[in-house]
């Protein structure tokens, strides 16, 4: 009977993890790459976990050449970096038809070891959230996490600070009561429940140093978000004989002005109104309801993506290195969201997929490679197939064409009109091209094109 090696056998998370930190820690330092792919709940997450926790322990007990430990790693910062999982979940997560936890945004953890192997810290990328979500979920589905959370587990304090009277309701429950929450029926998630979700969110903040007032700002803007949701249009013509938007509740408004922290007759426009500047002059259109809904939404999406980049580049503060050239070697881990396909799917769902295709191939490319070598090393005539170069064709023409639907794309979704967060129209663009070349070059990167 043949006897098990790593060759013969399977990929396994802990061997890979294995693997690559004796690769760090072999002579030439090599860093490494771990790239997880498969499909919406295959366990890509979990197993970027596993990852990470087998290696911060290396990293945070390190056993020196001759058998004895060296030197213990900082093991505030194992915890730290082990933390920043619930954060992200919390934020970029949200519970599918497939997956109760399903990541909705690509995630490039680093992490960085001395010359030692002691753990030094870690350094996050996040990639494309997922923000069509935030406007509409389908049936048995949910938003993001952390609103669930905090409808559930908020105290009767937090309640009050951020307005979610239980009474104004009718019995509903908070979570089915909001628009944000309730489209899919706010089912639980089957491991655990949201009031522990939050418990284990508000105990990664923590731990990540952050004290209440952030971690309060942090929740207002979550709650305001919600009420935001809330706001309503009736319509009703005007002198011109149009039918306009107009507020159905302006209570509802100055509660979600409150808990943005952003001016209530700024937000009131930046719902009913749109500005075009046409030869300098400023011209401003008053929104049929079915428009200022859209830019309610819009509103919504713009201002969570902002929430969602600014918590992840908190948490990066708390767990980067302190000195990039302490870093002797690193490994970087890609926890990519997985393919789906929706009864309807919109561009962004496309841009997932196009993504994980690209990965999906990326990752042929070198099994094949590794395959043909070792036929070649055990002379075994196949024939030889360019696999690289069949995807470069075809992944430089859609990278085009992507790049051309991204510019639309963003341009289309970013329906901020309120002035408050792109200040003019020129300063919006030049911040969707930057963004759409960040996008398209990481693309690159991944595909190997260009
Ligand atoms: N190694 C594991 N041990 C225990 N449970 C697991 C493991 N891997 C996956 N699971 C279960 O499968 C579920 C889905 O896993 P995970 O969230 O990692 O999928 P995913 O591939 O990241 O999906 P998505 O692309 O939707 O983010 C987990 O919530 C867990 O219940
Ligand atoms: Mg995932």
Known sequence: MGQATSSNLGPHVYAIADLSYRQMMGQERKSQSILISGESGAGKTESTKIVMKYLTTLGTAHIGDDGAEEKAGDMSIMTKVLQSNPILEAFGNARTLRNDNSSRFGKFIELGFSRSGSLLGAKIQTYLLEKVRLGFHASGERNYHIFYQLLRGADDDQKKKYNFHDGDTHGIELVNYFHYTGQGGAPSLREFTDEDGLGYTLKAMRSMGWDETKIDSVLSLVAGLLHLGQVNFDSVENDAGQEIAVISDPRIVTNAANLLGVDEEKLRAALLERILITRGEAITIQLA?????DSRDALTKTIYGALFLWVVSEVNKSVIWQNESDVRSSTGVLDI??????????FEQLCINF??????????????????AEY?????????QDWHEVS?????SLTK?????????????SNDNSGILFPSLTTKIALIQFRVSQVVSWLCLMTNVG
């Open 337 to 346: 969201f997985g393919f789906e396909c929706f009864a309807v799917n919109s």
């Open 401 to 413: 064409t992507y790049y051309r639907r991204f510019f639309l794309f963003c341009i289309i979704t």
């Open 289 to 293: 309801p079915a428009k200022a809904v």
């Open 392 to 396: 470069k064709v075809s992944y430089m």
């Open 355 to 372: 993504t994980n295709e690209a990965l999906q191939q990326q990752f042929n490319k070198f099994i094949f490679k590794m395959e043909q």
């Open 376 to 384: 070649e090393r055990e002379q075994i005539q196949v024939s030889n």
